[in-house]
DNA sequence: GTTCCGCATGAATCGATAG
DNA sequence: ACTATCGATTCATGCGGAA
């Protein structure tokens, strides 16, 4: 018997949309807001210093309908304006926390191809927030399943270890390492850190997307498992949407631009044709604007 | 004839001995102070929620003394206590910006090497922040003394990387300095971005670093030219000035423990003898605690 | 002299235990 | 309950002695 996995794209404003959904059923949130993806002018043009304001009714709803055990990943950078960086996004974080976020981790999204240009008194931008937020402070995280090879300097020294080196257990010099030497042997990946290396997808699509695949591919992995609930409030292209299908989650992305939902509609329908048919049926919703 | 260049090493406190320092002197202050409730043996451990209180009354020592050209770069990060990110440092860039202070930027220094753990809820920190501050919007940076060239080293580098660092790391590059390798080709250099690729200077030193050469050095030459004057108030180890004196700066640290005072003193004693001789006369002073 | 390998050492963070 | 201390965990790097 086959499941079920739902794709629902909702169009219209997060601020209005985003009451719909119940209490306590979203996973994973993943979002790239405006600002981050240079649209502030779907919303109505956010001024820098209206930002928070505008923002924390949104949040407040997104505490809402997340599981206590779920994670929200934002994805930001603020922008250099008249030789100074913005502050809203310190701002904001101090906004979120005080609203009952807990600001558990900033990770860096090292761009490695990032947006060229020159300037008298900054070089580029290559780097963007990852701001993770949760609930509570006991949350689900699947470590393993973002693993890592391990560095080249392994492959040298540790298959070298010798049988007395695996049972020496000298923990004298306080570092407590040679006592799990064995646990190495045979290793081959280790956990990553908070920094990522991704690309921008330069690519050949018919349109850009704010962020590459492997960016909420890598958080999806990490803080959901198949058949959760991972939302975009603000889907834009819909990449976010795409990888949870294709990682087998459910996915609710809620667009305000009625060209990106429709594209979003188009791109899923296509993408369904091609995979997953073997594993699950898949339906794919358009909700209607409320007003 | 030869010009003397000034390395001036004053032991005390940098909440007085600032004081002494003349207004507009300095062309570049680089320095990563104690951060909260680190190095608790060494200095004295300054709780999270005192920090801002307790720099802001030396960043207002520092305005004082920078030049209206010159740069305050700031390395700092928060640490993680209780499942959660401090937000002391968010607060510290907001109260600097109302002292008078321009945010400049921030880099990110991704450290290759950074701390091992293991964590239920959080991977390894690998990065630090670097906090560009200014006084004014017109400031002196010389972008072109960080290109990073291409030579026999990069196309090395570029043949070199093995195939687990391609699938781990594609950012890996040889300087370190955030330039996507591909990017070298056909171009003789070319200018980096705002993030810094470097592993920490650990090892069998006798004495440790909080940060590689390789970090003041980008800094130095980033923002001043041969004669200027660097200030390094937490001067620690003294790896600022030792850089300084190297490529040719007038320096001045401020340190309180006094082991690591003399610590400077010979070392920067030992490298007199080595380096420059044929260029130049060395000064080195000891200042006394002013109370 | 090269290369190889043992080893110490990091601005870490959490959970448990002790006062 | 709240704070101070301690053990466990983990990975990349450079130094120095050995082969």
């Given at each position: 018997m086959n499941e079920t996995l739902r794709i629902q794209i909702i169009y219209g404003d997060s601020r209005e949309e985003l009451k719909?959904?119940?209490?306590?059923?979203?996973?994973?949130?993943?979002t790239s807001p405006p600002y981050a993806d240079r649209r502030v002018h779907t919303y109505g043009g956010v001024k820098p210093e209206d930002y928070v304001a505008w923002f924390l009714p949104i949040s407040e709803q997104l505490l809402r309908v997340l599981k206590p055990t779920g994670t929200f990943v934002l994805n930001i950078k603020e922008k250099a304006e008249n030789?100074?960086?913005?502050t809203y996004v310190l701002e904001l974080i101090l906004a979120l926390r005080k609203q009952g976020w807990l600001w558990t981790e900033e990770f860096v999204?090292?761009?490695?191809?990032?947006?060229?240009?020159k300037w008298p008194n900054r070089f580029r931008d290559a780097w963007e927030r990852l701001l993770q937020f949760n609930k509570a402070k006991k949350f689900n995280m699947y470590q393993d399943a973002v693993k890592v090879p391990i560095g080249d300097w392994a492959k040298d020294?540790?298959?070298?270890?010798?049988e007395t080196d695996q049972i020496r257990d000298n923990a004298r010099n306080g570092s407590g390492f040679g006592k799990n030497v064995s646990n190495w042997v045979d290793r081959d990946s280790v956990y990553p850190t908070n920094v990522l290396h991704l690309a921008t997808e330069c690519g050949n699509k018919n349109h850009s997307a704010a962020f590459p695949e492997a960016l909420p591919e890598w958080f999806i992995k990490l803080f959901t498992?198949?058949?959760?609930?991972?939302?975009?409030p603000f889907a834009g292209s819909g990449t976010t949407l795409q990888v949870a299908k294709r990682l087998y989650r459910h996915a609710i992305g809620i667009e305000i631009v009625p060209e990106y939902v429709e594209m979003i509609k188009a791109e899923l329908e296509t993408k369904e044709l091609?995979?997953?048919?073997?594993?699950?049926?898949?339906?794919?919703?358009?909700?209607?604007?409320?007003?």
């Open positions: 719909q959904l119940a209490d306590n059923s979203i996973d994973l949130i993943f030789g100074e960086r913005s999204w090292h761009k490695k191809n990032c947006y060229p240009g020294r540790l298959k070298k270890l010798s498992q198949e058949k959760d609930v991972v939302l975009d091609q995979l997953f048919e073997s594993r699950a049926n898949y339906e794919i919703t358009q909700s209607q604007r409320s007003d």
